[in-house]
């Protein structure tokens, strides 16, 4: 395909475009902040090639409620213009409405088990997306987007984010010391890290890459999971510490900033020029404990 004439402005070699955030790992992943990145750009290079992004959200038990809202905040923002599968793991299959979705995109329901303990509920996506990998996933798309259902878009997540493995900082412990980060510090856990590792507290609540390599972690750690299980362990962030532990030792190539996963109980901090993806309020009693 060729590519149109495109005017932007010439990026400066020895002018910063963000000089408040760091915008690079030390293992050269790109850290997403707005003003980072010219979209236009990126629009015309993946525009390219063909590729399908899927996106999972698990909706068990009480959290259908969140359905509606996340999928109509997606339509608006999410991947606009793109093909979008919509893979909606649920035990309530006819708690899922029915939706209108913009053309290329579409809604694939996958029936699951619930567990009783939410902490089982939490941590069993990742057996679950581990599972449709190689029997759906790796065959309809090329990307998968791996988030929270109790959030809403608010603003544009694009092609951006894509990469072959990416994680995203965690809202609440960016610009911490390491040692304070909550990460699973028994020595006998899968997820164990020492204190004088780590490099970024990631959120359990997004991340993704390409399809194998989502496998892999996905794979991993549900692995790490049933290890600790027959200890009686149980790391103290449940999926995201086991998360952490493969981000630790599998460097994501492309890093997302708070602004992907951003809840308005932290503020609003001053390099904060984006709320892209945001955390709804929850009423913790009717939606958690009243099952
Ligand atoms: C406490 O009673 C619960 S229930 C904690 C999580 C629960 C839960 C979570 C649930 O009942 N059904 C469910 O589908 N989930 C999924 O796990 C849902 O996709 C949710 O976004 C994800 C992580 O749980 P969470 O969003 O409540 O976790 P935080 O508060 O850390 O964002
Ligand atoms: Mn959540």
Same mark, same amino acid.
């Given at each position: 395909m060729k590519l149109p004439r495109m005017v932007y402005n010439q !990026?400066?070699?020895?002018q910063p475009v963000r000089t408040d955030v760091l915008i690079m790992s030390p293992w050269l992943a790109p850290i997403v902040w707005d003003g980072t990145y010219n979209l236009g750009i990126l629009n015309a290079q993946y525009r390219q090639r063909k590729f399908r992004v899927g996106i999972t959200i698990f909706a068990i038990k009480k959290y259908t409620v969140f359905v509606k809202k996340f999928i109509e905040s997606a339509e608006k923002y999410? %991947?606009? @213009?793109?093909?979008?599968t919509y893979y909606i793991f649920t035990d309530r299959a006819s708690d899922i409405p029915v939706m209108n979705l913009a053309e290329g995109r579409?809604?694939? $329901?996958?029936? $699951?088990p619930s567990y009783p303990r939410w902490q089982d509920v939490s941590m069993r996506r990742m057996e679950m997306i581990r599972d449709s990998s190689h029997t759906r996933f790796s065959h309809e798309v090329d990307y998968l987007v791996c988030v929270d259902v109790d959030m809403t878009f608010n603003d544009e997540v694009g092609v951006e984010i894509l990469s072959n493995l990416f994680g995203t900082?965690? !809202? @609440? %412990?960016? @610009?911490? !010391? =390491?040692?304070? #980060?909550? #990460?699973e510090r028994n020595p006998q856990s899968e997820a164990y890290i020492p204190a004088d590792e780590g490099d970024f507290y990631y959120a359990g609540g997004f991340f993704g890459g390409n399809t +194998? +390599? $989502?496998?892999k972690l996905t794979n991993f750690c549900h692995k790490a999971m049933m290890v600790d299980k027959e200890k009686n362990i149980e790391a103290v962030w449940h999926d995201e510490s086991y998360l952490n532990r493969y981000f630790l030792y599998h460097k !994501?190539?492309?890093i997302l900033s708070p602004e992907y996963l951003w809840d308005d109980n932290f503020g609003i901090p001053a390099f904060l020029k =984006? =709320? =892209?993806f945001l955390a709804v309020p929850k009423n913790h009693d009717e939606i958690r404990n009243r099952r």
């Open positions: !990026p400066e070699v020895v999410f %991947m606009v @213009g793109q093909k979008v579409s809604i694939a $329901v996958l029936k $699951v900082l965690h !809202p @609440g %412990m960016f @610009g911490l !010391p =390491r040692d304070s #980060y909550t #990460y +194998e +390599e $989502v496998y !994501p190539t492309k =984006r =709320r =892209r």
